[in-house]
């Protein structure tokens, strides 16, 4: 179980940042487009119930095209479902990169885990975004930190997502 965790916290939380350091710089201009987009959730933080370390998320960003400021919200789904509204800060790489650090809640229900723990808490959502040349395909990654996610233990959440949107 934990090495099919490292591998999908390989592959999905990492890609964007290869696809990042692969590509040639340009004049930083920001990578203009709201999307909408999938990508699976992992966990990487020890809890007393492995099989919550795996789920899935579906995300949304909508992008302020005078500002450098997104609204962005997540849900995170496993074996309880957190949603994760956030106010991000866009840092234009280059011509099609934005990285990001957002700042919000993550708001659950119930006591069974999801991807960022058990318990409604402050959230901060650091991420990177690229977007495909030429099409609307945008690539993501971030990691949601849920400060004190977990009930009883009061420990911190975390979990990186890595997946792949459209932009409109």
Same mark, same amino acid.
């Given at each position: 179980m934990k090495s099919d965790r490292l591998k999908y916290l390989v592959f999905g939380g990492l890609m964007p940042l290869f696809v990042y350091i692969y590509h040639s710089p340009a004049t930083a201009k920001p990578a203009y487009g709201?999307?909408?987009?999938v990508s699976p959730a992992v966990s990487v933080t020890d809890s007393s119930q492995e099989e919550q370390s795996l789920g899935g998320a579906v995300g949304v960003r909508y992008k302020f095209l005078k500002l450098p400021i997104s609204v962005r919200t997540q849900a995170l789904i496993g074996g309880n479902t957190a +949603?994760?509204?956030t106010v991000s800060y866009d840092l234009p790489l280059n011509w099609q990169t934005d990285a990001y650090v957002g700042a919000g809640f993550v708001l659950t229900s119930g006591d069974s885990l999801s991807p960022v723990?058990?318990?409604t808490s402050f959230a901060i959502q650091p991420g990177i975004d690229y977007v495909l040349p030429n099409s609307n395909t945008v690539i993501f990654g971030n990691a949601v930190i849920a400060v004190d996610g977990y009930k009883g233990n009061g420990g911190?959440? +975390?979990s990186i997502q890595g997946g792949i949107g459209w932009r409109f």
């Open positions: 709201s999307y909408f987009g +949603i994760v509204p723990g058990n318990q911190n959440a +975390i």
